[in-house]
């Protein structure tokens, strides 16, 4: 059972212009959402995350929006550099203390020059 | 800060000898520690949860005789491969809660394990 979906697994968007990682999740325990990125035979780097009781949470070109009803995140990266050009993953926590992250499976976004 | 060191980064076995690889938190104490594996082109699949002192809690289809994980202090876990087979080649990442809560996470750089 996949509680954290990434459903699109490669994404390609052209330097300068916005990418859009989408998330979707299926439990409503969940309420700290972070997104991290990840190069090849390294592990994950923390980007930004926001809690449940927000909407939106913004940090430089990265802003996470949230939508509980829908329980659906995404994250928006604007102006779209090559250096973004990653493998990028969503993860979800539940309530205070629980401390495990479930994972999606990733979305990789190329940036194109 | 919040640097979490792992190692080795590489390393390549026989088949059903054992592998440890250590993961360290160096400017933090950690009580929690989290070990994750990653296959190709797959998630992050959470393995066990490393509690300093005390036995570590695995998640539901690992094999807590195969993956022996020691957390003896409060900067340095342990996760040890024991007979390792050519299924269990995997790229195995440590990570711990440095702002506690669940709020904080910082990951190791991982362990690329190749059993031949």
């Known amino acids: 059972d996949q509680q954290v979906k990434q459903n699109s697994p490669s994404l390609s968007v052209q330097e300068g212009r916005i990418s859009i990682l989408n998330c979707d999740y299926t439990?409503?325990?969940?309420?700290?959402f972070l997104w991290y990125k990840k190069y090849p035979a390294e592990g994950p780097t923390f980007l930004i995350s926001?809690?449940?009781?927000?909407d939106k949470n913004e940090d430089g070109r990265f802003t996470v929006f949230l939508n509980k009803s829908a329980k659906h995140l995404s994250l928006h990266i604007v102006p779209s550099q090559p250096g973004d050009s990653a493998v990028y993953f969503c993860?979800?926590?539940?309530?205070?203390?629980?401390?495990?992250?479930?994972f999606g499976q990733g979305t990789r976004l190329t940036i194109n020059p | 800060g919040a640097v979490v060191s792992q190692h080795p980064s590489r390393v390549i076995c026989k088949s059903g000898t054992s592998v440890k690889i250590e993961c360290r938190s160096l400017?933090?104490?950690?009580?929690?520690m989290f070990w994750y594996r990653q296959f190709p082109k797959q998630s992050l699949m959470l393995m066990a949860t490393?509690?300093?002192?005390?036995?570590?809690?695995?998640e539901q289809g690992v094999e807590k005789d195969k993956f022996l994980i020691n957390h003896a202090s409060l900067t340095l876990s342990t996760l040890t491969v024991t007979s390792a087979h050519p299924e269990d080649s995997s790229f195995y990442i440590c990570?711990?809660?440095?702002?506690?809560?669940?709020?904080?996470?910082?990951f190791g750089s991982g362990t690329r394990l190749t059993v031949v």
């Open positions: 990570s711990a809660d440095y702002q506690g809560g669940g709020y904080g996470y910082t």
């Open positions: 439990n409503s325990m969940f309420d700290y």
């Open positions: 926001i809690s449940s009781i927000k």
């Open positions: 993860a979800a926590s539940g309530k205070e203390g629980a401390q495990k992250l479930v």
């Open positions: 400017d933090f104490q950690a009580t929690t």
């Open positions: 490393s509690n300093e002192g005390s036995k570590a809690t695995y």
